[in-house]
């Protein structure tokens, strides 16, 4: 899933100060997954902003909506209505969302209420970890299912660096060392010896390096 | 004076300067970093070194500027965003510098998809905006970008490239406004064809003020066919070729079409030279520079001030 934070409260303060009417949007995929961004934080966010603002002599207008997908512009569609009767948007959906709404709503100001901050899966409860960097050509096949660009601080692809100890990264002793995972990974599928098959030169074309990105299915696009 | 740099003498002075640019060959013959650079003594004032041009590897910008330094000439170290990141370029910067190299050019550079190696990774740690802050910071401040001292900063003359003819063009002078107020305090511009949408930039330029906080040389290329001129027409990103300059290097034969680019050229700097706010011609003869001695001569800008 797309992970996020909520921003400091003086900064989504800050964002939407100036204004009476605010459409606050939360969204229903990942962020109400990762509890950042789902109708319950929509609700908490609105009442700690209306609190504020009541401190302050001031009625805030503000109005909750949580869409079933902000990343899609059929659901994103729904809040038609609803913006014309706000001054700004404040989204709590991850960057897509913010964008498929600034995209249809061009003359109505959208503000992020959340930090996005990476693609990760779910450790325990409450806690998430970056998983993948989506660089569009996966090496997971033949790094026994662990990914060293998104989990080797160096996105090594031929490690472990000298600076692994214990199993750990030499940035910071609560990281785990991907290569150490992959080589106890290897060893469990009685594979050592790829460790030693030398991984060559990334073709980057497919991440970000190459621009920004789009799908194209001739088969289902419209 | 900020810096020792001849280009800073040159444009404090109040003389038009020139300069030109060599770019470094794709292997180990430094030979042809010199072969170049001699070309254009006594004809300009200093010499930029391109820093792995059109996305394509070529020796690196400081230790070609290193050769030409030694021949008594003054390079202008050039260094995109692109393939480093912050520690290396201040690295280099410092390293340039401590071997005589104290004028630079601060670019982003050509995306890799330009050039040969187009599935390498783009770094763009910092943009050409932010590397003007860094330079500035470590010779007005002393200081590097991370905040720490320096011992002996390097004191570079600091440029930056404009492009007035890229779109959109309302955008074009407040992007200039932008890396003035970075620090930079030189500009050496896009290639000129069409002359009268560079006066319109200009004139919004100085409408501003910015001519007095920023030298602006103005980039010519001359064209050596009518080939070229419709190949920078159409397939060169940014680049203003008019109709009838395309027309002008058609209507001659092609034995003539080289005469006719530089005759272009020079026209262009008798132009721009009455323009204001124009403080000097960056002259970019591609894979051309044995022209440029003739093209500055034709153009009255010799001898180059002696500073």
Redesign the interface.
Known sequence: MITAVRKPMEEIIACVEPYDRILLVGCNECVSVCSAGGRKEVALLASALHMHFMKQGKTMDIREMTLERQCDPEYVEELVTSVDGADAVLSMACGCGVQTIAARYREKPVFPAVNTTFMGASERQGVWSERCQGCGDCVLGITGGICPIARCSKRLMNGPCGGSTKGKCEIDANIDCAWQLIWDRLKALGLERRIEDIME?????T?R???PRKIIREDLAS | MKTESRLEKVLASGALAVTSECGPPRGAVPEKVKEKAELLRGSVDVINVTDNQTAMVRMSSWAAGILIRQLGLDPVLQMVTRDRNRLAMQADIIGAYSHGINTMLCLSGD???FGDH?????VYDLDSVQLIQAVVKMRDEGKFQGGKDIDHPPKMFVGAAANPFADPFELRVMRLAKKVKAGVDFIQTQCIYNLDKFETWMKGVCDRGLHEQVYILAGITPMKTAGMARYMKNRVPGMDVPDEVVKRMESVPKEQQPEEGIKIAVETIQRLKEVKGVAGFHVMAIEWEEKVPEIVEKAGLLPRPEV
Request: aromatic residues 6%; without cysteine.
């Open positions: 030169a990334k073709d980057w074309r991440s390096d190459g621009g | 995306h890799p998809h187009p599935m390498a990774s783009n």
